[in-house]
């Protein structure tokens, strides 16, 4: 039988410490960014902007549904802010084809007031749409009653 000495019985112990509290934080970064995606299942462009989540850090959780009328009204989605698709993540609605830095901009800042951000509509140059030329486009902030503010400008590639 080995003796431990009790400096070495306090290495093991801190070590053990240390391992126990890292890890989870490590498996929770590798798990990604939850984000649940709402989508209509025919959607192409709204597949490709789930992949454009995924390579940047995101898992999602896609539902694909024929009721995205009723689910733009449970997430109080003002008809001129609507796009194709619809997702939730912190707590946050994202609407259409925000940029994965948008959302996670969104996700660290937390800002009062607003219940989502969204890109209106379907701008070509917007992640999952990736057509050419570039063409600018704005992400919008918005509260439970369709009020907007520019969230973020998209000028380039």
């Not at 994202?94 to 959302?103: K, L, Q, S």
Request: hydrophobic fraction near 40%.
């Amino acid at each position: 039988m080995t003796d431990i000495s009790r400096r070495n019985a306090i290495r093991h112990l801190a070590a053990t410490a240390a391992a126990v509290t890292v890890l989870p934080s490590r498996l929770r970064a590798m798990a990604g960014i939850p984000i649940a995606v709402y989508k209509d299942a025919s959607c192409g462009c709204c597949h490709k902007w789930v992949e454009h989540l995924t390579a940047n850090g995101f898992t999602a959780s896609v539902t694909d549904t024929p009721a995205m009328p009723a689910i733009k009204t449970k997430y109080k989605v003002a008809d001129r802010l609507q796009s194709c698709h619809t997702a939730v993540a912190g707590g946050y609605v994202i609407e259409g084809h925000v940029p994965a830095g948008d959302i996670k901009k969104l996700l660290a800042t937390k800002p009062r007031g607003i219940i989502g951000i969204t890109i209106p509509g379907m701008p070509q140059s917007a992640p999952g749409m990736d057509m050419t030329p570039f063409q600018p486009y704005l992400v919008l902030s918005f509260d439970e009653k369709g009020n907007t503010s520019v969230f973020a400008k998209h000028a380039s590639a």
